[in-house]
């Protein structure tokens, strides 16, 4: 599956920190995981990932919820 940024965009909202087990969008969830663990292997398509990086796409899940937290007892 391909996505382009304005489709990507408009899929997520807003929401960079996107679920990968989406009830909504099946297929993009399944999509993003495969784009993280491409980009943690070092095999993503280099379009795709300044495509993701260009929305704000947020590429280790657990880390940016943690950041949140530790910002929410500060």
């Known amino acids: 599956h391909r ?3 304005n489709s990507l965009h408009a899929i997520l909202d ?3 920190n996107f679920p990968t087990k989406s009830k909504e969008n099946k297929a993009l969830g399944r999509w993003l995981t495969s ?4 980009k943690k292997s070092g095999k993503i398509d280099k379009a795709n990932e300044r495509n ?3 929305i704000g796409f947020v590429w280790d ?3 940016d919820k943690a950041a ?4 929410e007892t500060e």
Do not use: I, K, P, V
């Not at 949140?68 to 910002?71: D, H």
């Open 35 to 38: 784009q993280r663990a491409d």
């Open 3 to 5: 996505y382009t940024l």
């Open 61 to 63: 899940r657990y880390a």
């Open 14 to 16: 807003g929401h960079c």
């Open 52 to 54: 993701l990086n260009e």
């Open 68 to 71: 949140g937290s530790q910002q």
